[in-house]
């Protein structure tokens, strides 16, 4: 007894540091199950961050043309030589200040009249987007032209479908809201009514003649910058559109308009002439000084 | 005694019972803390992925204007009637035909005269880049516009230094025996010569007066189409460029311009009359139907 009564404090002060430590331990557990969560939701703004780094540091194994060689499989490509039209001072500043007019006149717009558009007219417009540099001369874009009524009530069936489920359920608050002052929703007349629908596909990668992948280097960027040459051929033709991005309808539209799976939708732009009781909202265009420094 | 002897299985029990516990818990500790650095590096593939994906799923709660809705802080913007100039069928035919010629003769050039540019041309180029469209009118883009041979020549220090790098260690084999056909290597003598030098730096975020963040939804796609309409502007006016993207510079530059942390640079544009011996490798562009799907 007596040895038992000298031994428990042994025992008492051993259960305390291993209890305390038990308890440590599982606070630790349970701060990091507590960091957890609010990694993942933090997930987003990391990737958000990555697309957003221009050094594509992450990727240098696999995009490694910093310069947009025009490289291509030809051995020993020939160079020859360019000389094109050179204006005058008077001319060119004649001609960036009328082109700087035509562009500075076009808008989004979402009220597109039913009006026949000449094919032709496309066929040009296309061919324009088409002269767009890439990276590595890949071409890595598709340009789906559909003028087909079914198909074009279908796409705006599958785009429908999925706006109004990011309207009600996925959008925050203060989009909602924005969305509501200008008087939209999710439903896309324009779909239905515009001549043509031009869905624009970014290729992520190229297949060979042995079936291997090849990655396309800046396809997004490449395509994006096809898609302003492109805007600046409707505008030059009288033609109207507005830039969309269908959210989560690319698979869907992909399917419909049977894209292999290297292709991704990029965007949508309705095409046509403007409605005659078209309106756009009253928004300026930030001054040359807000946009442009001089060094 | 007797109580201590036949307590002290007791003891032991509890004591095996804490160590178990403890031992397990180490354990899975140690299987976690392996786990996380394979995590780190599958990230890339993950980021690149999601950066391929039009869906932008994984974003659904932050990047959520699947429509270029032209959103401002105004309450309640007033619309306003569109009515732009409508051509006949043969002006638009005409327009569209001449537009393409014009922009099918742009090429990227790397051999750019020394010439002096008028001013007020590249002030003109930059506002018609200014008019693309972007993501809720958030217009995210800044133009910092170098004549300065002194930062000219700095700039092509950081790109020249980094490109070596690139060329000597980071890239490829088969990318490095690709530019050796093209006879280029990492010097860029065109950021010395030529007039002006075009850095297009993409507003990843804004500042609102609050001091907040505020997210530049679709920014690289929207700067991107600006770069589009930028390069028909300088088509236009008779200069020409080459469309390169700085590999692993974007911080050195942004520090070098006394850009802020919310810019990043995108592409570099030098920019000037081609040289008298300018040549440019003989590549074709692909046939209509080799980029247009008709439905």
Chains 1, 2 share one sequence.
Request: one cysteine or more; proline letters at 6%; aromatic letters at 8%.
């Amino acid at each position: 007894m007596a040895v038992f009564s000298s031994l428990t404090p042994v025992f008492v002060a051993v259960l305390c540091v291993i209890i305390g430590f038990l308890f440590k331990n599982s606070q630790r557990k349970e701060s990091r199950s507590k960091q957890k969560p609010s990694d993942q939701t933090a997930r987003p703004w990391v990737d958000e961050d990555l697309q957003d780094d221009t050094e594509i540091s992450t990727k240098d194994n696999e995009e490694n043309n910093e310069d947009w060689m025009d490289t291509t499989d030809e051995e020993n490509l020939p160079h020859v030589p360019y000389s094109p039209v050179q204006y005058s001072v008077s001319e060119m500043l004649d001609r960036s200040e009328r082109f700087y007019t035509l562009m500075n006149l076009r808008r989004s717009v979402r009220f597109i009249s039913p009006e026949p558009v000449p094919k032709e007219v496309i066929d040009n417009v296309i061919r324009t987007a088409g002269t767009a540099p890439s990276g590595a001369h890949t071409e890595p874009w598709t340009f789906v032209v559909v003028s087909d009524t079914d198909v074009k009530h279908r796409i705006r069936e599958i785009i429908e479908e999925e706006e109004e489920i990011n309207y009600k359920q996925r959008m925050g608050n203060k989009w909602v809201q924005d969305l509501k002052r200008l008087r939209t929703n999710w439903v896309k007349e324009y779909l239905d009514v515009a001549p043509y629908l031009i869905l624009v596909f970014k290729q992520a990668y190229g297949i060979l003649p042995s079936g291997k992948k090849k990655t396309h280097y800046y396809n997004e960027i490449s395509v994006s910058i096809s898609c302003g040459i492109l805007l600046a051929a409707l505008q030059n033709a009288g033609l109207v559109t507005v830039t969309t991005t269908p959210l989560n309808c690319g698979p869907q539209l992909r399917s419909l308009l049977q894209r292999p799976a290297n292709e991704k939708l990029l965007m949508l732009l309705p095409v046509g002439f403007p409605a005659s009781d078209a309106k756009v909202p009253d928004l300026k265009r930030k001054d040359l000084n807000d946009i442009m420094v001089l060094v």
